[in-house]
């Protein structure tokens, strides 16, 4: 029996994003393993799955070098404990930790997921060159096992990360995002045109994901008359330095600008209901999942010309890009969607046709049964 080891940096991000491929491969036969952080009860999430599950105490958030390293040696531990056929790092702690780790325990079969490259290339303050460049280097010495596969979900990613770990063209693939299951998120009808139309940003509620220039762009609609509201969906993370703060969020909802429905597990429901979504993002993103949530739905949507972003739409076909940052682009973009209902419902229909075509979770399983497969027939 093949043993599979899958390393992410949060037990919730696993479940939102990869047990769609975990579950297929127990499926198999695999026996699946993953070792994340668990911020929620994993033992009740795991029960009905039969995945083994190993703690692993990673924060995104963590910069003290001897606590850092010695995250790689923990995994050096797990790895030795559980003889791992395949690992499958996932966000970029894991990848550089786990590539790192695999190394030291000669594990050959890697595949590492490049999910976006976060706020350190998202700015260009000496702190994050000089992090860049650290960075760049642990690249380089986590990603040269040889039988190796790098998955991107966008080019501009895949374009960086190969410069700096100097990783040849064999060993790269590009899926766009996780997927999304299309019977979870069926096709929905726009509602009523006798209610007012909800527009919704659902995200971690980080500053680089838009919020501050969704609530100004949503501010500026209102004050201009519009009866649509603006709908905010997620938390403030507050282990990060980027996010909005509680005090912001209660000030806007208090004042009519917006709403703030928190973290939802309902996210079908929560789409159904909209008209519109929004992110305005300049956060180095690999392919936003709600995007292809909302696609699925039925939905336009509204997003920025950055990287991941772009790549989740089909430019004024089934949504609009704006420049990031761009308050006022943000906000004539939303009115004009909102002032032409046809608009909306052509774009929600094309919408669903791309997520049939692109996005469609079992085409992303497929795809990585495909790498597994490859990996280890080379290692044999």
Not at 289 to 309: D, F, M, Q, S
Not at 342 to 370: C, I, P, T
Request: charged share 25%; with cysteine.
């Amino acid at each position: 029996m093949y043993r599979f080891l899958f390393v992410v940096n949060d037990f919730g991000f696993f479940l939102s994003h990869r047990l769609p491929i975990a579950l297929t491969l127990r499926d198999a036969g695999f026996d699946v393993h993953i070792a994340a952080s668990n911020e929620i009860d994993t033992e009740a999430a795991l029960r009905d799955y039969g995945l083994a599950y190993h703690f692993w105490p990673v924060t995104r958030s963590g910069k003290n070098p001897f606590t850092e390293i010695a995250l790689i040696w923990k995994l050096v531990r797990i790895f030795r404990q559980i003889k791992p056929n395949i690992v499958h790092l996932i966000t970029t702690k894991p990848v550089l930790y786990g590539g790192i780790a695999a190394r030291l325990t000669g594990i050959d079969a890697t595949v590492a997921a490049i999910t976006g490259l976060g706020f350190l290339f998202s700015g260009n303050g000496a702190v994050r060159r000089v992090l860049r460049f650290l960075v760049s280097r642990l690249y380089r010495a986590a990603l040269t096992q040889s039988a190796l596969c790098v998955i991107f979900q966008n080019d501009d990613d895949a374009k960086i990360v190969s410069h700096l770990a100097r990783l040849k063209p064999e060993n790269i693939r590009l899926i766009r995002g996780a997927g999304v299951d299309l019977s979870t998120y069926p096709f929905r009808p726009l509602p009523s045109i006798d209610k007012p139309p909800i527009v919704i940003l659902a995200a971690r509620l980080l500053k680089p994901k838009g919020v501050p220039q969704f609530v100004a762009a949503a501010r500026k609609l209102r004050e201009q008359g519009s009866e649509a509201r603006f709908v905010l969906v997620g938390l403030p993370d507050e282990k990060n330095p980027e996010s909005v703060t509680k005090d912001f969020i209660a000030a806007n909802v208090r004042d009519g600008t917006i709403e703030h429905w928190g973290q939802r597990s309902d996210m079908p429901e929560v789409l159904r209901q909209s008209s519109l979504v929004v992110l305005p993002s300049y956060y180095r993103e690999g392919v936003p999942k709600v995007l292809l949530e909302a696609a699925a739905v039925g939905r336009a949507v509204i997003t920025t010309n950055a990287p991941g972003c772009r790549d989740a739409i089909i430019p004024d076909v089934t949504g609009l890009l704006v420049p990031p940052r761009d308050v006022e682009a943000l906000a004539g973009a939303m009115k004009q969607l909102l002032n032409d209902r046809a608009r909306l419902q052509a774009m929600g229909k094309a919408g669903r046709e791309l997520a049939e075509r692109e996005f469609d979770v079992h085409r992303v399983v497929d795809k990585h049964l495909d790498i597994y497969q490859k990996l280890l027939t080379e290692k044999e």
